[in-house]
């Protein structure tokens, strides 16, 4: 092996020991994490809230009842292409707290004191075999990458994934739970809907009760039924974003670091440093 080739390795090397005592990447990948939990955590507050006040709303029915001919108006049945859909989000939303409470324990595992000793250990072998020009051992070499991605691949894919959502996500997880919020706001006020008078009465009274009601109940059913079509839409935004953040990212950006990693600290056979014989 030349000597530049001895220093290229020296310095990859020797960047990898010092980022693993040194770079501060678990205080930050922890703090995305708890970030991520606790927008995990508002969401799934939020759909159960919603889930719940839907629950109530699926008997409730507004009745008119002009000159005797009965007409239904039925919350439930407005709501009911939400209450499936959000019974499925909350769902998923615990795995995703779930999925970021391991994502901070695999973190903890990786920054713990003894797997920095061994990748300092391995990454000395390696540096005692590279000057003394000798061939890298591939079981060497292969140790080495699984512990950097140990140590550093978790950090690096939540930090990366959290710098996505942040672009990319951000401001339509925001919109996505307000909207959420919204609807869970407007069942009680149409649920608290007097119902309509039962006394016998004329009718050309019972025609004024019936258009009366009729101006009100209306439009604020129209309205539900639009915040209910906002509202699935929100939620299947809000379950992509969290899918994204919690699985396919993270699960990406680990492949590529693993195939960086690989490239970089396991090269094919051809260009490996060989015991140089001159004798």
Avoid at 99 to 105: D, H, N, Y
Avoid at 201 to 224: E, H, I, Y
Wanted: glycine share 6%.
């Amino acid at each position: 092996m030349n000597d530049s080739r001895q220093i290229i390795w020296g310095l990859v090397l020797g960047l990898i020991v010092m980022g693993t005592w040194i770079i501060p990447l678990n205080e930050t990948a922890t703090e995305h994490v708890d970030a991520g939990l606790k927008r995990a955590l508002m969401s799934f507050a939020t759909a159960r809230a919603l889930n719940a006040v839907i629950s109530v709303a699926q008997g409730t029915e507004i009745a008119a009842t002009p000159a005797g001919v009965g007409m239904q108006f039925s919350v439930g049945q407005v709501l009911d292409p939400v209450n499936d859909i959000v019974e499925q989000f909350s769902q998923m939303m615990l795995a995703a707290s779930i999925a970021f409470g391991i994502e901070k324990l695999l973190i903890s595992i990786g920054a713990h004191w003894m797997v920095s000793v061994v990748i300092t250990t391995i990454a000395g072998l390696c540096a005692f075999y590279i000057f003394r020009q000798r061939s890298l051992p591939a079981l060497l070499t292969k140790i080495l990458a699984i512990l950097i991605m140990m140590r550093f691949a978790m950090p690096l894919a939540i930090i990366g994934s959290d710098k996505i959502f942040h672009e990319f996500m951000a401001k339509d997880y925001a919109s996505s739970q307000k909207s959420i919020e919204a609807v869970s706001g407007q069942i009680p006020a149409v649920n608290s809907l007097p119902p309509p008078a039962t006394e016998d009465k004329g009718v050309w009274d019972k025609l004024k009760g019936w258009s009366a009601q009729n101006l009100d109940v209306r439009p604020q059913l129209t309205a539900l039924k639009e915040a209910a079509e906002k509202a699935v839409e929100s939620t299947i935004k809000l379950m992509v974003i969290f899918l994204l953040q919690t699985l396919v990212l993270p699960l990406l950006l680990v492949w590529i670091l693993w195939v960086v990693t690989k490239g970089t600290l396991v090269p094919p056979p051809h260009i490996l440093p060989k015991v140089i014989r001159q004798r």
